[in-house]
Nanobody
């Protein structure tokens, strides 16, 4: 059974940094696309970043415009863990962050939550102004 467990959330001041981790059990993260999404109170869940594999090209990543240049997604295959390094945090980044697994997606489709069928329980990130 595949399980995703997020950690690393917390309270940070604007301009600060956090690194989220997503430990996958029952799944080899290097074989699939893994994504980060977030949901703020009263808002819909939104895409943050994804990391996957493109045949013959290696690792592919994608980011929401709102986090480009500030967030970096990466993975450690030996630890079966995906990370989200978040720098220059803003109050509007406050949300519950979720890790998710997609059996198959490519390109823009990997930005849709519909492409992901396994989700973690989420970790709260709060950025104070």
């Amino acid at each position: 059974q595949v399980q995703l467990v997020e950690s690393g959330g917390g309270l940070v001041q604007a301009g600060g940094s956090l690194r989220l981790s997503c430990l996958a059990s029952g799944r080899t993260v290097s074989w699939f696309t893994m994504g980060w999404f977030r949901q703020a109170p009263g808002k819909e869940r939104e895409f943050v970043a994804h990391i996957g594999v493109v045949p013959f090209r290696g690792t592919s990543t994608g980011y929401a415009d709102s986090v480009k240049g500030r967030f970096t997604i990466s993975r450690d295959n030996a630890k079966n863990t995906v990370y989200l390094q978040m720098n220059s945090l803003k109050p509007e980044d406050t949300a519950v962050y979720y890790c998710a697994d997609s059996p198959r997606c490519s390109g823009d489709a990997c930005s849709s939550s519909d492409a992901y069928n396994i989700w973690g329980q989420g970790t709260q990130v709060t950025v104070s102004s």
